[in-house]
């Protein structure tokens, strides 16, 4: 018998022949292949199995993409409208750093807004945030250097007032 010309054919012949009843060892002689190929060829042929399409989950991906890119132009235009001097963007970089931040000026300038909108973008942004006004930092300063500059039982004079 002529061998098969194509992969496709030399794996059919196999089959058919397997069927007949030949051999892993007749079959290899008789096309001159080895025990690997003689396998494939007689393996079950299934097909991969098809990915079952999300239009649902890629439609929202899909839509919440575009939202997320009209958002972002609306702001730039929005910015451009404003006609800026130059172009600015507030980073927290002091916030990393672990710096205080402290606004001094007149009643009415928006220094509470200021220092609200700050603390909420860097709370929303994972930092730990804690607004106090002058007077309070003032008086805890004060409270603080008073506990400090009186004088503290000793570990002794703890332990004879706590057994009591």
């Not at 890629?58 to 958002?71: G, H, P, S």
């Not at 980073?91 to 509470?112: F, M, N, Q, Y």
């Not at 929303?124 to 009186?150: I, K, P, Q, W």
Request: glycine content about 6%.
């Amino acid at each position: 018998m002529a061998p098969p010309k194509s992969k496709v054919d030399s794996y059919a012949a196999i089959r058919r022949d397997a069927r007949a009843g030949m051999s892993y060892r007749a079959l290899m002689r008789e096309y001159g292949v080895g025990v690997r190929t003689v396998k494939t060829a007689l393996e079950p042929v299934r097909p991969e199995p098809r990915k079952k399409p999300r239009p649902r989950g890629t439609l929202v991906e899909l839509l919440m993409a575009e939202c997320d890119d009209r958002a972002r132009r609306r702001s730039e235009r929005r910015i451009k409208a404003a006609q800026f001097p130059r172009e600015k963007s507030l980073r927290a970089e002091w916030v990393k750093k672990g710096l205080p931040l402290c606004l001094i000026g007149d009643s009415g300038t928006g220094k509470s807004h200021l220092l609200s909108a700050l603390g909420t973008e860097a709370a929303m942004a994972g930092f730990r945030v804690r607004y106090t006004l002058a007077t309070e930092l003032v008086n805890e300063l004060v409270e603080a250097a008073d506990e400090r500059s009186s004088p503290k039982p000793s570990p002794a004079t703890d332990a004879s007032i706590s057994s009591a």
